[in-house]
């Protein structure tokens, strides 16, 4: 019988197990606890939810992650099915029972004759084995050693993310192309405010809502990651000083400087999604909407990844994997979840499907499945696998979609989903 170590008992790593367990491979599945625990975990259980038990939104046709959920449903994902089958009310997101969603998945992992578990430290990934490397966030010392050394290229500690708009979502008749004293290609997109704009923005950054931190997480805050929201509260004026800073941008419409103003930069090569330039925050994701949202040319942004301040331990994936998240130098030897690029409990779980579908099939010698960008598991899977010369993790976004040419969101985000389904249908027949 066929055999694959999984390394982490996550949601990336239970997935990855109960799909080949159920594929007739037999699965090694190593993790710490119960004899460990990482800073960030206390239940006994795999597949624990650390930070929330929501696993967003439900939304199909409207929101990324629940096409994505929707994806995994039709491709049979266990851990989403037992998600389903825990959900409490919390409107159109999928919120589960924390506890009974790892129990249950602990249950169908130690239960299921092809799947032997170990309570054990992996210290060194086997190289000559089928692996699958699933140690999320917060990997073990030695383990990340020898990543480091493995992949060449270390590991990126990502502490700090700015969020990202989509392009077509912008105000342009408050917004204008250009970079500083006219220098560089006019690539940035800037964001003016005058006095009074300003003023209730500062205003609502200080009293906005912040995330709650982790122990491990509170750490002393560096000049180069500082949150907008801290820089606000040293002074009405130090934003205009840093990321607000209007200095050398001529605003078309007054032929001089703004009193503030925001710049976007350009966050892929096909230019429909930009990074709020200095903008790293731990408000709460509904706070960032309504606050950012006061800046006028994002009045109505389409906010397509929220900024994000915490521990998380990644490899530099496109200089590394496939887009079936194995290594371009160890073809069985992939990284699944956090670790590998995507950020997200349910693109965890994708990552950890896609792992598994595609080592299932190297192994038994039937061609690689694609994807393909039309949907939203090939595009994340794509991304963690394409060039980029400041790679960060990625939520499931409809930015990393193909752009169709429909004025109307709303129009555009449906008919994106039902190419994604469709797709999604033809591939499993093909399986």
Known sequence: MKEVIVIGGGLAGTESAYYLANKGIKVKLYDIKP??????????????????????????????????????????????????????????????????????????????????CFSEEIEKIPLDKNVIVATGPLTTDKLSEHIKELTGDGLYFFDAAAPIVEKDSIDFSSAFYGDRYGKGNGDHINCPMNKEEYTLFIRELINAKKAPQKDFEKKAIFEGCMPVEVMAERGENTLRFGPLKPTGLDDPKTGRWPYACLQLRKENASGDMYNLVGFQTNLLFPEQKRVFSLIPALKNAEFLRYGVMHKNTFINSPKVLNNDFSLKEYPFIFFAGQISGVEGYVESIASGLVSAISMERKLNGKPPIDFTNKTVIGALSNYVATVNENFQPMNANFGILPNLQIRDKKQKKEEQAKISLAKIKEIVKEM
Do not use: Q, W
């Open 35 to 116: 004899n460990k625990f990482t800073p960030a975990h206390t239940n006994e259980n795999y597949a624990e939810l650390v930070c929330s038990n929501s696993l967003k939104s439900n939304d199909v046709y409207g929101n990324a992650c629940g096409l994505l959920k929707e994806e995994l449903r039709i491709l049979g994902s266990m851990v989403i099915e037992v998600a389903d089958s825990t959900k409490v009310p919390a409107g159109n997101a999928l919120a589960v029972n924390r506890e009974d969603f790892a129990s249950i998945i602990t249950e169908k992992i130690k239960n299921h004759p092809n799947i032997e």
